[in-house]
T-cell receptor, first 109, second 114 residues
Framework: GQSLEQPSEVTAVEGAIVQINCTYQ??????LSWYQQHDGGAPTFLSY????GLEETGRFSSFLSRSDSYGYLLLQELQMKDSASYFC??????????FGTGTRLTVIP | NAGVTQTPKFQVLKTGQSMTLQCAQD?????MSWYRQDPGMGLRLIHY???????DQGEVPNGYNVSRSTTEDFPLRLLSAAPSQTSVYFC?????????????FGQGTRLTVV
């Protein structure tokens, strides 16, 4: 089966940096994605790592280490609107996405 | 751009009733999928399709049927609704392409089975 583990909750201060970790155990792993979901909304794509290393998109960066079966999402210059749930998702050989249980980020003033 | 359109947004069913959740995309993606989201359990894959006429089961397929007669449409059928199927359902359309791999989600259907 597939399993992805991430912390259930994280709290951080506005303007700070926060890192959300994800460890995975899957078969036929191709890459790791990150999605953001606000309460009552749909998941929206943030980033995709198909290769080891760091991908940067504005205030968001994502990292992947295949040898460690590990990745993380880094959010910089936190804003109140970043309060949301964040999901890592593993792309498998069947081109399916399997999601972690999500990390609820709360940004406080 | 419409992207992925799901209907209905909300639905209440009685146990044993059947219904179809509609999903349509206008991005010409071959791959489409259905997920359910329950509190504390993330999104779980129900069924997926890699193109018209081709469907397969995901993690939690029991109680659901799908078909894919066109590239655009991927409906999900609940055969005989049960309270355990109370959930939020998301349809997704995905462009698989290396660094540009991205799933586009519909706005969800909030289903309650009583």
């Amino acid at each position: 089966g597939q399993s992805l583990e991430q912390p259930s909750e994280v709290t951080a201060v506005e303007g700070a940096i926060v890192q959300i970790n994800c460890t995975y155990q899957t078969s036929g792993f191709y890459g790791l994605s990150w999605y953001q979901q606000h309460d009552g909304g749909a998941p929206t794509f943030l980033s995709y790592n198909g290769l080891d290393g760091l991908e940067e998109t504005g205030r968001f960066s994502s990292f992947l280490s295949r040898s460690d079966s590990y990745g993380y999402l880094l959010l910089q210059e936190l804003q109140m609107k970043d309060s949301a749930s964040y999901f890592c998702a593993a792309q498998t050989g069947a081109n399916n996405l399997f999601f972690g249980t999500g990390t609820r980020l709360t940004v406080i003033p | 751009n419409a992207g992925v359109t799901q209907t209905p947004k909300f639905q209440v069913l009685k146990t044993g009733q059947s219904m179809t959740l509609q999903c349509a995309q206008d991005m010409n993606h071959e791959y489409m999928s259905w997920y359910r989201q329950d509190p504390g359990m993330g999104l779980r894959l129900i069924h997926y399709s890699v193109g018209a006429g081709i469907t397969d089961q995901g993690e939690v397929p029991n109680g659901y049927n799908v078909s894919r007669s066109t590239t655009e449409d991927f409906p999900l059928r609940l055969l005989s609704a049960a309270p355990s199927q109370t959930s939020v359902y998301f349809c997704a359309s995905t462009n698989w392409g290396g660094a540009n791999t991205e799933a586009f989600f519909g706005q969800g259907t909030r289903l309650t089975v009583v």
